[in-house]
């Protein structure tokens, strides 16, 4: 301890405090309630891929440190997912880099392309870790917000020009984006890139849910536009795509100078990580298009039976064409503030939630949502939809 008036924490993070998720994830145990709060599913990936990691483990494979820039059959696996699936090449030994979960490419692609006072564009509502990850690399974030219309949250493109200054450095966008579940069409992705090029930024783009589209959404990655190849860095993770949210596997595909920039920090961060998990992600990458397919139409009928309970519940539902979680508008059950809802619904309806505004920095236009994940067990979706029925 200091005895100085100067606080503890240094005042770049001070405004931060403790993530939402620890309160309300707290709240779900005291209270008994069933939590819908934070986003991981409540069963295990793929048994043969859980296997592969048991073998890489008793094999004595990544039980050291791994390479730095992860293990080349990872590298070659994540270089030919984006081929197959997007028509993007990437030389897996300059283009590719495997990090700690999306988590840590995030906070080593800012920590390394950003100088301090640059302005970093963000759409708002946004992933918790990017207000922290921006204020940790000296940037200033602009957030950009994305506007309810028609059941969906959408990003105003005129907004989103007028955001840009002479010290916008990046724009870090995240499609299908988390929390609202809006998936960026392809004319919004098209006006995104001719900004980019326009303006010469460059983008960071979190596509870490990138197999869970619903019905006619489409993933479009920034990369595959006209003049975005060179200037973006994609980020995904094998948490969100196989259900393994626990290993951190993360990676950044990118041009081979953002992929150097990108692992100079990440070097000093973890350096390597999940050196056994980078084996069985490696063989998670070749599974079949089945595999995809039937995750995305199990998550399909879970967001259907959860969204329809809601509406039941007399929230007003919008429409989540990605991800696992659904953005609910409470104000039709007589509240306008989701903080105060959400500290009290363990208590009335024995359920956990996340209010959205922890999401905004303009948290009076956050105020009225709430989110609730859904990649559950139907039967515990189905109990929290049967006690939501009692608001
Ligand atoms: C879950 C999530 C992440 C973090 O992914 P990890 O691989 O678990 O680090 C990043 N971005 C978004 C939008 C997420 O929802």
Redesign the pocket.
């Known amino acids: 301890m200091t005895s100085s008036a100067r606080p503890i924490l240094n005042r770049r993070l001070a405004e931060f405090g403790t993530t939402i998720f620890a309160e309300m994830s707290a709240l779900a145990l005291s209270t008994g309630s069933i939590n819908l709060g934070q ?1 991981f599913p409540d069963t295990d990936g793929p048994e043969e891929i859980r296997e592969a990691a048991v073998r890489a483990l008793r094999d004595g494979r990544g039980n050291q440190y791994p390479p730095g820039p992860g293990i080349p059959e990872l590298r070659t696996a994540i270089a030919a997912h984006q081929e197959r699936r997007y028509g993007l090449t990437h030389d897996p030994d300059t283009e590719v880099l495997v990090t700690a ?4 490419a ?1 906070a080593a692609a800012l920590l390394a392309l950003l100088e301090p006072g640059d302005e970093v564009i963000a759409l708002e509502p946004y ?1 918790d ?1 990017y207000a922290a990850c921006i204020a940790m690399a000296g940037g200033t974030r602009v957030p950009v917000t994305l506007r309810p219309s028609e059941r969906s949250f959408r990003l105003d493109l005129d907004e989103l020009r007028d955001a840009v200054t002479d010290r916008t450095r990046l724009l870090l966008i ?1 499609t299908p984006h ?1 929390p609202t579940g809006t998936v960026l069409t392809r004319e919004e992705l098209t006006a995104i890139a001719e900004l980019a090029v326009e303006r010469d930024l460059l983008v960071v783009t ?1 596509e ?2 990138e197999h869970l589209v619903f019905d006619e959404a489409e993933h479009i990655p920034l990369a595959t536009f006209p003049g975005m190849r060179e200037r973006t860095v994609t980020i995904g ?1 094998a ?2 795509s196989f259900s393994f ?1 626990g290993w ?1 596997v ?1 990676w950044v595909t990118a041009a081979p100078a953002l992929v150097a920039a990108v692992r100079s920090a990440k070097q000093f961060l973890t350096y390597v990580a999940s050196g056994p998990f980078q084996y069985a992600v490696a063989e998670a990458l070749t599974l079949p298009g089945t595999y995809f397919t039937a995750f995305r139409e199990d998550m399909r009928a879970k967001r259907d039976l959860l969204s329809a309970g809601l509406a039941q519940a007399g929230f007003e539902v919008f429409r989540t064409a990605g991800t696992y979680f659904i953005t609910t508008d409470i104000r039709p059950l007589g509240e306008s503030d989701g903080f105060a809802f959400c500290r009290t619904l363990p208590e009335r309806a024995g359920v956990v939630a996340i209010p959205n505004a922890v999401f905004y920095d303009h948290r009076e236009a956050g105020a009225p949502f709430v989110r609730f994940a859904f990649c559950k067990q139907t039967e515990v979706l189905e109990e929290a939809v049967k006690r939501l029925r009692s608001l």
Request: proline share 0%; glycine share 22%; no cysteine.
């Open positions: 986003g979960g999306a988590t840590e995030i992933y870790s995240n988390n979190d870490v849910y993770s948490g969100k949210t951190k993360g």
